[in-house]
């Protein structure tokens, strides 16, 4: 089997979904302990269970922020509320907040680590696996636009250091995500989206 792993985008209405049921979940979630919380979100096709973080979060924001014009008036009325809630609290609790996305970034930079471990072992189905396991990279990258500003000690080199692995393997493509999405995350940003490893 050669086939990439499947990374069809969420359409807009389920990012909508789940930052509504993140939101009403987030003080809960950022004075708890856990890094990841399952969440249950409503949808037109009956109740779907979803593991949210932090990072999953931002970047569902990042996302939708981009694809805001495809939600109804209401839902983009939603999204602005949603998205000011959800800021004063990143605000009120900014230590606790950053605190957990610092957790979740070594969590996602040690799954990426074991990826790229075994992509020693088996480099066509590390080629298989990369599209969806590169989604720890991207959110570690909205993550980042928050820790940037007081990063914490020796976190940008570990970053970096995983930058080189996966720079290491790989050769140019194209996007590997769903192509809908492609605007979203433009090549000199977010070049780890354009490239595979190499077989």
């Not at 692995?165 to 989206?193: C, H, K, M, N």
């Amino acid at each position: 089997m050669n086939k990439l792993s499947t990374t069809i985008a969420a359409d807009p209405a389920t990012d909508l979904a789940v930052i509504r049921e993140m939101a009403h979940e987030f003080q809960n979630y950022i004075l708890g302990d856990s890094v990841y919380r399952t969440l249950t979100i409503r949808m037109g096709r009956g109740d779907e269970q979803i593991q949210s973080s932090g990072g999953d979060l931002l970047a569902r924001l990042h996302k939708l922020e981009a694809q805001r014009h495809q939600l109804t008036p209401d839902q983009q009325r939603e999204f602005a509320e949603l998205r000011r809630q959800l800021d004063d609290l990143m605000s009120d609790f900014h230590s606790r907040f950053h605190s957990l996305l610092e957790r979740e970034t070594k969590a996602r930079l040690n799954s990426l680590k074991w990826f790229l471990d075994e992509c020693q072992e088996d480099r066509r189905q590390c080629r298989i696996q990369y599209p969806f396991e590169i989604r720890n990279r991207q959110r570690i990258a909205e993550i980042w636009k928050l820790l940037s500003e007081n990063p914490p000690q020796g976190l940008r080199g570990q970053i970096d250091a995983i930058d080189r692995r996966i720079r290491g393997i790989s050769v140019p493509t194209d996007f590997v995500w769903d192509e809908q999405v492609r605007a979203i995350y433009p090549r000199e940003e977010y070049w780890y989206l354009y490239v595979l490893p190499s077989v």
